[in-house]
């Protein structure tokens, strides 16, 4: 089992010493960490201390340095963001806080977006992708529009707080036969059943595929609400996406 002395980084080894108090958090992020490259838990340390320059230096030469981007995002950014959330769940910090690492997030985000989401392959189908009405948190919405465009995908942004109307309009402009709908409050999720629910009133619901992700929701959620597919990360987003695709034929 891995040991917090495996973690080369001295911030993330006192970031998790201090604020991780549930063992299977502590043993997951030990895990997670110590198996990274120093240079991907220098990202991380920089994103959790909301430091944005140094994420996007960090970035540009690991970039520079031939890392992938998908590992900048997976080990770096992404895993980093989930010490974030565990402090601000446990009131360590608060939105402001969070607002600078999610800034510090998209610093580092903007370096690979044009790496992930360059394709040069033919078009695969449109996706329409938003995050529902009353919700704000766009970062991993983000992260699968990129992961859509790098496999090929169209993909249309509705941005933050959709609302049905908007899902609807956006899917008649552009006959899109996938949408995917993000959530990360447990008090916003209902309302992608209700935007499913818009669907089946304005006769689409047979003509797009819907898939539903964000850190709350579940399969077993997804399945109650009548989505087609649900996905619990950028690359089971695209993986989703492909096989809904297939699905419609
Ligand atoms: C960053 C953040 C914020 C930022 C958002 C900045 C932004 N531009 O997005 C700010 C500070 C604005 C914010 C505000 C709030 N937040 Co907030 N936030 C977070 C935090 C720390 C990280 C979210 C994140 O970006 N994760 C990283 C990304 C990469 O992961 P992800 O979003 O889960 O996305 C991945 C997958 O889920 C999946 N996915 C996502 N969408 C989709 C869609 C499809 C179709 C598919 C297939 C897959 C998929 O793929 C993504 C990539 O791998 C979470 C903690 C957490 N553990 O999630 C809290 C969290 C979501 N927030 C929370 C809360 C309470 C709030 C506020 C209400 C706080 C307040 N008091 O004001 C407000 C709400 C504002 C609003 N109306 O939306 C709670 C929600 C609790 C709950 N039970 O609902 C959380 C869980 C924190 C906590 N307390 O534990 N927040």
Known sequence: MAELSDIANAVIRDEIEEFLERPDEIERNVALFA???????????ALIEGDNHTVDAL??????????????????LI???????????????????????ARAMKAGMAHIEPILSASGVEPIGTVIMGTVKGDLHDIGKNLCIMMLGGAGFDV????VDTSED?????LEEHGAPIMGMSAL??????????????????DLRDDVMVMVGGAPVTQEFADDMGADGYG???????????KLMEERG
């Open 59 to 76: 970035t540009v030469k690991a970039l520079e340095e031939g890392t992938e981007a998908l590992e900048i995002m997976d080990d770096g």
């Open 185 to 202: 409050l447990t008090t916003t999720m209902p309302n992608m059943g209700k935007t499913i629910e818009a669907l089946i009133d304005a």
């Open 79 to 101: 895993a980093g963001m989930g010490i974030v959330g565990i402090k601000f769940r446990e009131n360590f910090i608060f939105v402001p806080e969070v607002l600078a690492c």
């Open 156 to 159: 249309v942004d509705l941005g």
């Open 35 to 45: 198996r990274m490259r120093p240079e991907m838990q220098d990202i991380a340390a």
């Open 232 to 242: 619990k990360d950028a690359l089971s987003c695209v993986a989703l996406a492909k």
């Open 166 to 170: 908007e899902f609807i309009a956006a």
